[in-house]
């Protein structure tokens, strides 16, 4: 072999544009943790009105729940409201990952409506979030990052790899700040989150987080976009099941099944408690989840 066929061809390689996606994403979580104190928002800002003993029942046996537990009495729970759904329908592996999602942003919540935080908690946290955004020489960054890696839900699940690759990248995460898409506004707070995810998944990439940023930004979600899933495993989904898979679609499609969970959950909690406990996952379910 010849050194230029083992070097490969010269130039720039192509951006995985999947790897970026998932980069994404778990930096859109880490930030929004870090800024909110849960790593995605919340479907709603509702009181459940259960009482303490209620809360701490429904919340010991949310976390009991496995996914498919969680996702088939979800399923029921449609059934009631007068949802067509088929039970028998086997999960797939994207149905399980938003059961799961699901079941761990509810029994955060009910946690939180049992321990509310403290307003001056959520101040703190709120500061540090400002402070890693106004942050320009290296000692301050360094020091948010310092803080950031010692808050207690950053560093017991171990996500204290996101300020350290923060500072890492600080020189680009710099960079992109001064960029003049960065957004300045008040207003601009959410933007500000999602260009900082895209950027930072562009230097852990190593590509530029401004390529990343407008990547990111304009990828398509049709047909025509590069990670529009046609198949999955030997199947080949029909035409109108095939959807794209990044973490936006995928968030979005989840959100359709969350407008069932969403008016039980308004409606009554206790309605997806009591027919938790009739919930019978067929045996083969847990086996092998379908790809």
């Given amino acids: 072999m010849v050194w230029h066929e083992f070097m490969g061809k010269r130039g720039p390689k192509p951006i995985s544009v999947g790897l970026l996606s998932t980069w994404e994403f778990e930096f859109y979580k880490a930030l929004h943790l870090l800024r909110d104190g849960i790593a995605l928002p919340r479907k709603n800002g509702l009181s459940t009105g259960l009482t303490a003993p209620e809360l701490r029942t429904f919340i010991t046996r949310l976390k009991r729940m496995s996914p498919e537990h969680y996702w088939l009495t979800t399923q029921r729970v449609g059934v009631e409201l ?5 039970l028998n329908r086997r999960p797939v592996r994207m149905d399980l990952l938003w059961a ?39 000692a301050s960054l ?41 957004p300045q506004s008040n207003y601009s707070d959410d933007s500000r989150l999602e260009y900082l995810a895209r950027g930072m998944a562009g230097a852990v990439c190593g590509v530029s987080p401004m390529t990343a940023i407008e990547r990111l930004r304009n990828m398509k979600h049709d047909r025509g976009g590069p990670l529009w899933v046609t198949r999955q495993g030997d199947y080949i989904l029909p035409e109108a099941e095939q959807y794209c898979a990044c973490w936006r679609c995928s968030i979005k499609r989840s ?7 969403q008016t039980w959950y308004e409606n009554g909690l206790k309605l997806f408690m009591e027919l938790s406990l ?8 847990m086996r092998k989840t379908l790809t």
């Fill in 100 to 138: 799961e999602r699901e079941r761990d942003e509810e029994a955060y919540w009910l946690e939180r409506e049992l321990n509310p935080p403290s307003i001056r908690a959520r101040a703190r946290r709120r500061k540090l979030w400002s402070d890693l955004v106004r942050a320009n020489t290296y």
């Fill in 142 to 182: 360094r020091k948010v990052c310092g803080r950031w890696a010692r808050l207690p839900d950053v560093w017991r699940p171990g996500r204290t790899p996101f300020p350290r690759h923060v500072l890492e990248s600080a020189a680009k995460f710099f960079l992109m700040k001064r960029n003049r898409r960065f």
């Fill in 82 to 86: 007068g949802e067509a759904l088929n």
């Fill in 278 to 285: 009739t919930t019978k996952v067929p045996t083969e379910w």
């Fill in 255 to 261: 959100n359709k099944v969350t407008a069932v969970t």
